[in-house]
């Protein structure tokens, strides 16, 4: 019986490759095709014919290459501690590189080649599926480098990893965070998958427990994961720097296709009306009747009634119930997800923590969580299955190049389904007791997307700042930036508790610098969209659909306002706002 149930609830690898062996062959079929590719290296500008032939190939080897990363990484992220997984995850990043230096050639011999004739070839049709990418080369021309400087960055790519590399190793193989006492009175092991299920334990001392267990074992590394971190923060300011960007800011957001005003705009807005935030935390604090709250009270539902537990298979319809109201076809598609091994479902030992959806083109989107029977784990199903039918979408409608929507657009689709399933559960609880903690979830989600992730994002713009500043920063300084945002963020109102700061050595998110602001624009676009669906506005899904089909073939910026957002505008954001205010005087009127 174990093993139907391991072989329901794993990924099956076998939609990729059939067999390592196939692996190894597509492997060795992208290097046939790399070769071909560098016959057009000094001569590729001089026809629109060998420009053309290069392409052709350079997508030929771009989509095995999705499938074999996507079979070395999801492998590894079964069992990080498998010395044959990582062998294998190895070997593709090493690939990845031959890749990067094989096709490092592209980008300077558009750039440097003349400008009136590179249009003049992709205004012919065949270039269709190519256009928007040699487009976005000529439009940052000025970034790029010469042939051979981008050669040199390409052949250090693997180098430059190894901070991030070093850290997901540290904290998933290595790390044991010890053992606490449960509610039961039962002695059981801490990891990072069940930490929040701690924390939002109803018994204070559990949760206690968690908090000073996990921050403990960051204390004793935080050196090791301060010069990690800085050596990340580092290669993203002198890469930067080197590509002739005012900043490191800059240049994520230019590559995200946003730019520095959506950046500066949520700050802004989140900076002016703090004090609602304030007002969510002393409702919380008084609905808890404590004294006095802690980081580790944070968590908790006050108003939950019971043991927050669901099946998987519960959660999986109430999924599918919640996003109905996005048709027929969409529900259809979690539905072969559900029962088709999409999904890799339960932690395990040396399992990657946390939870991601990865589009494999040509294939199907794979989704990685760690369901430990939470009312939490519904939403994160339903937040990854949103990145999931957007690749789905993205890969069915567009060539493998547009296929990969840049993230600023992905924490859209991701999040719109978790508003829709919020107020679907919310609609349809009978108990008003039940509401109010429905309604509770809906805030607290609101809250560590919009107003924490946005002090994620406060807390990378002062270090890189500093960084590029020429500051020497070490893990005082870093604990210091951290432990005073989280004063400003939460107010008087609640005891700052000095472990937490701590928490930023714990953020995989920040080795992907300037990731997190997306998940705050994401919640503020997500609410604009989730109300017009809700509200039923005539054609409002097709539109909706169709902005998730485009991948990247438009500018990020330019497909939100396919759905009338506008993430420039402070306006959104203070929509966002007062859509968290709301709902708090909805909250206050119920219990």
Not at 109 to 132: L, M, P, V
Not at 281 to 310: A, F, Q, T
Not at 347 to 365: C, I, L, Q
Not at 444 to 466: G, L, N, P, S
Request: net charge negative.
């Amino acid at each position: 019986m174990e093993n139907v149930k391991r072989q329901k609830y794993e990924w099956n690898l076998e939609d990729i490759f059939k067999s390592v062996g196939e692996f190894e062959d597509a492997k060795n079929e992208i290097k046939d095709v790399l070769l071909k590719i560098q016959e057009y290296k000094g001569v590729l500008c001089e026809s629109a014919e060998n420009l053309y032939n290069c392409y052709f190939l350079y997508e030929q080897a771009l989509e095995k290459f999705e499938r074999v990363y996507a079979y070395g990484m999801l492998k590894y992220h079964l069992d990080m501690a498998n010395q044959d997984g990582i062998k294998l995850f190895k070997d593709v990043e090493a690939l990845g590189t031959e890749f990067g230096v094989a096709t490092a050639f592209i980008t300077p011999e558009i750039t440097y080649a003349d400008e009136d004739k590179i249009r003049a070839y992709i205004s012919e049709d065949i270039f269709k599926k190519y256009r928007r990418d040699i487009n976005d080369i000529l439009e940052k021309k000025k970034h790029i480098l010469s042939k051979e400087e981008e050669n040199l960055l390409a052949n250090y790519s693997e180098v430059f990893a190894s901070p991030e590399n070093t850290f997901d190793v540290l904290t998933n193989a290595e790390f044991k965070f010890g053992t606490l006492v449960n509610e039961n009175g039962e002695e059981v092991e801490l990891t990072d998958s069940t930490y929040t299920l701690y924390l939002k334990s109803q018994n204070r001392d559990v949760r206690k427990q968690a908090f000073n267990l996990m921050y403990n074992k960051y204390s004793e590394f935080i050196n090791t994961i301060s010069e990690l971190y800085v050596s990340n923060v580092k290669v993203k300011t002198t890469t930067a720097k080197l590509r002739k960007y005012d900043s490191s800011l800059e240049s994520a957001v230019i590559n995200d296709d946003a730019s520095l005003d959506v950046y500066n705009s949520l700050i802004d807005s989140i900076n002016k009306n703090i004090d609602v935030n304030y007002k969510f935390l002393e409702l919380k604090k008084k609905m808890l009747k404590l004294p006095e709250m802690h980081m580790y009270d944070l968590y908790v539902n006050p108003c939950e009634e019971g043991k927050d537990e669901i099946t998987f298979e519960e959660a999986k319809q109430e999924v599918l119930n919640a996003l109905g109201v996005l048709g027929k076809e969409y529900t259809d598609k979690l539905k072969e997800a559900f029962d088709n091994n999409w999904i890799d479902v339960y932690a395990k030992p040396n399992k990657r923590g946390g939870a991601y959806s990865m589009g494999v083109y040509g294939v199907h989107p794979f989704v990685l969580t760690n369901f430990v029977n939470s009312k939490r784990d519904v939403s994160t199903i339903a937040h990854e299955l949103g990145h999931s039918m957007h690749s789905y979408y993205s890969n069915r409608e567009q060539g493998v190049i547009d296929a990969n929507y840049t993230i600023m657009v992905a924490e859209v689709a991701s999040t719109v389904n978790e508003i829709l399933l919020s107020d679907y559960q919310i609609r349809h609880e009978k108990d008003n007791s039940k509401k109010a903690e429905l309604l509770y979830e809906l805030l607290e989600m609101i809250r560590a997307t919009f107003f924490r992730q946005a002090m994620f994002a406060e807390f990378e713009k002062i270090v890189h700042e500093k960084i590029e500043s020429n500051i020497v920063l070490a893990s005082d300084d870093l604990n210091d930036i951290y432990y005073s945002l989280n004063k400003k963020y939460f107010g008087t109102g609640v005891e700052i508790d000095e472990p937490i700061k701590y928490e930023w050595a714990r953020i995989p998110h920040f080795y992907s610098d300037f990731y997190v602001y997306k998940y705050a624009t994401g919640i503020s676009a997500a609410i604009v969209i989730a109300t017009k669906i809700l509200n039923k506005e005539e054609g409002f899904v097709e539109k909706y659909i169709e902005m998730l089909k485009q991948g990247c073939s438009k500018k990020s910026i330019d497909l939100l306002k396919m759905v009338d957002i506008d993430l420039e505008d402070i306006e959104t954001y203070n929509k966002t706002i007062k859509f968290y205010n709301d709902k708090i005087e909805e909250l206050k009127e119920l219990i």
